[in-house]
């Protein structure tokens, strides 16, 4: 969570710095963007919510070992610099990649390999839901946002392929989502739970493609946070259930 938080201060700096976020933002306010926060007060932020995660993460690594040293400090570097940097991530189209990189097989299999001592088969299988919804949010705000990332060189895969490519992508990422469960419940029957939201999933995609406004956008962007906590709930109960 630390991580995380330190990640969305890190990409509200730099965006900010690099101008992707201007007076022109269809997205949710930015804190720096819109003079909430100072830039210094921000990076005084992300210096505090890191030392933090360290912190945590040196409890974690008092009990697992070294390699949780190696993903805490992977996660911190990813999270910096997705937007900072000589080549920020975000900026270069390898924003998705890196999503489903820590968000998923990071996140899932970090998780277990600190309670159980290994990562597992399972838990490189489950690592592609959250990881690919992750992915999906993404998505969305990188299709909402191409119009004013084109100019300030945020070539993010929407603004290199257009965001018709990018609806399709959504679509993509979301079958993957539903994929997981449909495949886990095969060894463990209760993973199937997850497919029950097929419903809501349907509804929140055709949110998507439909959109054609920022406030649409961001709405959509709320629906698939949404539909990613009800796919892992879902699938968290269903492999407990099994297990």
């Given at each position: ?105 990071v996140a899932v299999c970090g998780t277990c390999y600190v309670q159980v001592g290994r990562i597992t088969s ?16 993404l998505v969305v705000n990188n299709v909402r946002d191409a119009e004013t990332d084109a100019p300030s060189g ?65 709405r959509s962007l709320a629906a698939t946070g949404g539909l990613m906590l009800v796919q892992g709930v879902l ?9």
């Amino acid at each position: 969570v630390l991580i995380q938080i330190g990640a969305n201060f890190a990409n509200d700096l730099y965006d900010f710095k690099y101008g992707a976020d201007a007076d022109d933002r269809l997205g949710p306010t930015r804190a720096v963007q819109s003079g909430t926060i100072t830039a210094s007060a921000m990076t005084v932020g992300i210096a505090v919510v890191f030392t933090l995660a360290i912190a945590v993460g040196s409890y974690l690594v008092s009990l697992t070992g070294w390699p949780i040293v190696v993903v805490g400090i992977a996660s911190i570097l990813a999270a910096i610099a997705y937007t900072a940097g000589p080549y920020p991530l975000g900026y270069n189209g390898l924003g998705e990649v890196f999503v489903i990189l820590f968000f998923g097989f990071v996140a899932v299999c970090g998780t277990c390999y600190v309670q159980v001592g290994r990562i597992t088969s399972l838990a490189l299988i489950c690592s592609l839901n959250p990881g690919a919804m992750a992915a999906a949010i993404l998505v969305v705000n990188n299709v909402r946002d191409a119009e004013t990332d084109a100019p300030s060189g945020k070539r993010t895969l929407a603004v290199r392929f257009g965001t018709g490519v990018g609806k399709i992508e959504y679509v993509a990422l979301i079958l993957v989502a539903y994929a997981v469960p449909a495949v886990v419940s095969a060894e463990i029957p209760w993973a199937f739970l997850p497919l029950l939201s097929t419903p809501l999933g349907v509804v929140v995609t055709r949110k998507v493609l439909r959109a054609d406004s920022g406030p649409l956008y961001n709405r959509s962007l709320a629906a698939t946070g949404g539909l990613m906590l009800v796919q892992g709930v879902l699938l968290a109960f269903g492999i407990g259930l099994g297990g």
